[in-house]
């Protein structure tokens, strides 16, 4: 079993920064990427950054040149740095981590609770 745990959230003004971080720990053998997802009410959940094992990038449209998704020097930990922040980015920031727990075994996802960022003046 892999457990993942969000932090960082919190309340920041338009045009602020904020940095969440992700650890993964647990039955982890190798992980192929680690990422963000982001809810707000009423909508569907959507991507926001994604970092693989070799270092391969992908970021949601509404988030490019604004966040940033970089690897920890601790082991299985990443952050997002968001610059710029929205009121439209306000959301339960959720991470994702793909890993297997063997040689034999297919990568699965698991996912933590989320943090809230709001974004308010």
């Known amino acids: 079993q892999v457990q993942v745990v969000e932090s960082g959230g919190g309340l920041v003004q338009p045009g602020g920064s904020l940095r969440l971080s992700c650890a993964a720990s647990g039955s982890i053998l190798s992980i192929y990427a680690m990422g963000w997802y982001r809810q707000a009410p009423g909508k569907q959940r959507e991507l926001v950054a994604t970092?693989?094992?070799?270092?391969?990038?992908n970021y949601g449209d509404s988030v490019k040149g604004r966040f940033t998704i970089s690897r920890a020097n601790a082991k299985n930990m990443v952050y997002l740095q968001m610059n710029s922040l929205k009121f439209e980015d306000t959301a339960v920031y959720y991470c994702?981590?793909?890993?297997?727990?063997?040689?034999?075994?297919?990568?699965?996802?698991?996912w933590g609770q989320g943090t809230q960022v709001t974004v308010s003046s």
């Open positions: 994702k981590v793909r890993s297997a727990e063997s040689l034999s075994s297919s990568y699965e996802d698991s």
């Open positions: 970092l693989t094992s070799d270092d391969r990038t």
